[in-house]
């Protein structure tokens, strides 16, 4: 499954990465869905 960045999703509805981010909020959908495993992945490669 390819990701969309914040500030794409955001164009393409039409508002700025800000109020994407909050609607995001307000619907309860979370704005980093990794595991542990990928969490600590990335952090291991920062």
């Known amino acids: 499954?390819?990701?969309l960045s914040s500030g794409m999703a955001a164009t393409l509805l039409g508002v700025?990465?800000?109020?994407?981010?909050l609607k995001l909020s307000e619907y309860g959908v979370p704005l980093i869905d990794l595991s542990e495993e990928e969490l600590l992945s990335d952090i291991e490669n920062a």
């Open 16 to 21: 700025d990465r800000v109020t994407f981010i």
């Open 1 to 3: 499954m390819k990701r």
